[in-house]
């Protein structure tokens, strides 16, 4: 079993509250709109990394990271990229991947907006993790983690949440 820590839209902004949450996961997963390389290298430095560039990533971000991941990770086959709707609003090109893929975890990033919901069609979990970042137009910061393999898959689901104004010693990178 693997702890792991999801966010996305950092948008080249990271904080200690964050990184504490994150401190315990086995791996660290960032859903796109990196906006700075010091954010992955940062995230890089606490555990095993797995990342997507998103819209306002520039190029040395898209050629680090691609637009989109298929993995396994304990038995559980993952497909994250950065924009891609959710259940019953895919994009297009998102929508003939999960097809094609089948995976039982979706994630994707962009919107600023946590979601956690089931596709009974395809037989997965969707999970954007909102936005981890100051830019946007979200009130609350928010990222998750979670438990991945064992008879149970996907389990003890957590979410972070704070609001935008500085809280604690802040990092921005």
Known sequence: M???GLLSDTHGFLDEPLLDFLADCDEIWHAGDIGDPMV???????????AVHGNIDGPEL??????????????VKVLMTHIGGYPGKYQPR????LDREQPLLYICG???????MP???RQLLHINPGAAGMSGFHKKRTAVRFTIGGPEKI???QVW???KGPKGRMMHI
Do not use: M, W
């Open 2 to 4: 693997k702890r792991i």
């Open 62 to 75: 898209r050629h680090r990271y691609p637009q989109d991941l298929i993995f396994e990770v304990e038995g």
């Open 110 to 116: 962009h919107s600023h907006i946590l979601k956690v």
């Open 155 to 157: 389990s003890r689901l």
């Open 40 to 50: 992955t290298d940062t995230l890089a430095g606490i555990n095993t990394l797995r």
């Open 94 to 97: 998102v929508r003939a991947l």
């Open 119 to 121: 596709d009974p069609k």
């Open 161 to 163: 949440e704070l609001g």
